[in-house]
């Protein structure tokens, strides 16, 4: 491996770039029709070359939306966010207390609640759609932030993880705090919990994406515009037929769609991606 | 779980503290999924909510309807291109960028970052490009090429776009995982082959390929539940089932059976067995996870 030709030092770096422009590339496409107007777009090809219109279709597309869908991103990414926001930390909790109880106690039960948790862990909502959205409908839970948020809670990746990590915490400290008189709940709050930052982090991450980046759900409950996510509106933007779509503002939504989830996983990218890795193995 | 292991003693304590996981488990998973299972054996006047018990009738009618294998075949081969294509790509990137070269750091995070893009946005993405009539590729393919681009009314074309658009979303989720592997695999025994002479050729098939094995093994599953389940969003952009129902994938007619037709029985039977099916893949690779762990 010492003498490597020059061509051979190259090949890797080339490889890399054609990777990036793969991924780079489509996206180029959407930026720059969300700088064009909708008649420059329809009158195809469209420019390739970003144009002056960007101020403009993204001052419309945060504030006003689209002619036929009257809902402005602003009011769609409060809905993202608080879902996103909703499933990531509820889940966080939810399985932080769920592993606690797993892992640092004995109890009759505990072998029935670890298997009812485990056989939920790879069942995507997608397969079991229909009867959810029965169960939400019957609790009066359509058009609701709880309808949106609860059933994604469901999955059981976060308990794994945060079972994975408190099973290699050593248990003298456990058993040292129950000498010095604290409760388990005071252990859990003070010791466990700040020792598990790192895998919370990862799990915020994870948690968050797949929030934000939920489509089947919502689009089966929200049939008010006031609880559009962000990619429902996408959807309603581009529905019609390809004259009538606003394409430069369903295009900067799109891009404004993509941009949270990005700088969380950019901005966390290490624990993120060590979270990751250790879930699933 | 060793016994000798130290644990808190308390009566109650445990029980409320499954208790909010065990209530979301229960009401959004069993308690729907026993629905779906009931009603399966029903046929439901979607007016007057009437139930009749029909036994297997709802299994029979779909395993008898060519609609419903056509879709099942159809989705295999989508999840079947998606995982060779997105696996292999992600991973021949991911041996480049293990490489100890220069830019490494950016090129992973620019490898990586993609993973937040939902698969929605995937789908409109290359919608965008390929549209017949506004994309920029669909105009070059159309005027340059001479190829009659019209996806919505050819198959193979609808197909390979859908193919495209969820390979590429799929792309960093993959790359993440081998490049965590490859950084698994001791160097030591990679340099120790090619002191023996190894080629490089001969050092990935014969020692990192193999030593990648959990990782290609729990990604291949993982691919696969992705392109059968998680696609939905993919194809509702991009064809909607189009050409005529022939890319409608096993999740997209769960939904159209269940909210568009209002076959709820149909659907139910539907759910089941997806159910099913992704129950048999977590054994599979749980029993594939405890082997490798006991050796």
Known sequence: MKELSKSRRLFPHIILWLGILIIVFPIYFIFVASTHTSAEILAAPMPLNPGPHLFENYRRALLEGTKNMGVPVITMMKNSLIMALGISIGKIIVSLLAAFAIVFFRFPLRGFCFWSIFITLMLPVEVRIMPTYKVISDLGMLNSYAGLILPMIVSATAVFLFRQFFMSIPREIAEASQIDGATPMEFFRDILVPMTRTPIAAMFVIQFIYGWNQYLWPLLITTKPEFYTLLIGINRMMSGADVQIEWQIAMATTLLAMLPPVVVVILMQKQFVAGMTETEK | ?295
């Not at chain 2, 294998?69 to 999840?79: K, M």
């Not at chain 2, 149909?266 to 099916?277: E, K, R, T, Y």
Request: with cysteine; charged share 10%.
């Open chain 2, 1 to 295: 779980m060793s016994s000798k292991q130290y644990e808190f003693k308390s009566p109650i304590l445990p029980y409320l503290l499954v208790l909010p996981q065990m209530v979301i488990v229960f009401i959004f998973f069993f308690w729907p999924a026993a629905q779906a299972i009931l009603q399966s054996f029903y046929l439901q006047d979607p007016f007057g909510g009437r139930m009749i018990f029909v036994g297997f009738q709802n299994y029979a009618k779909l395993f008898a309807d060519p609609d419903y294998w056509q879709s099942f075949s159809v989705s295999a081969a989508f999840a079947v291109c998606i995982t060779v294509s997105a696996m292999s790509i992600a991973l021949f990137l991911a041996v480049q960028a293990n490489k100890k070269i220069r830019m490494e750091t950016f090129y992973k995070t620019m490898l990586i970052w993609p993973y937040a893009v939902s698969t929605l946005v995937s789908g409109v993405i290359w919608l965008f490009m390929f549209n017949p009539n506004v994309g920029v590729i669909a105009y070059v393919l159309k005027h340059r090429f001479g190829v009659d681009w019209q996806y919505l009314l050819h198959f193979d074309q609808a197909f390979i776009l859908l193919t495209l658009a969820a390979s590429w979303k799929q792309l960093a989720y993959n790359f993440v995982f081998f490049l965590a592997g490859l950084q698994s695999v001791p160097e030591t025994l990679v340099e120790a082959a090619a002191i023996d002479g190894a080629g490089s050729a001969t050092r990935f098939w014969k020692i990192i390929f193999p030593m990648l094995s959990p990782t290609t093994f729990y990604l291949l599953v993982m691919n696969l539940v992705y392109g059968f389940f998680e696609t939905f969003p993919i194809v509702h952009a991009i064809t909607q089932g189009a050409p005529g129902k022939s890319t409608g994938i096993l999740v997209y007619k769960v939904w159209r059976d269940g909210v568009i037709n209002l076959d709820l029985g149909g659907s139910a039977a539907q759910s089941v067995i997806l159910m099913v099916l992704v129950i048999v893949l977590t054994v599979f690779q749980f029993r594939f996870l405890e082997r490798r762990v006991t050796y």
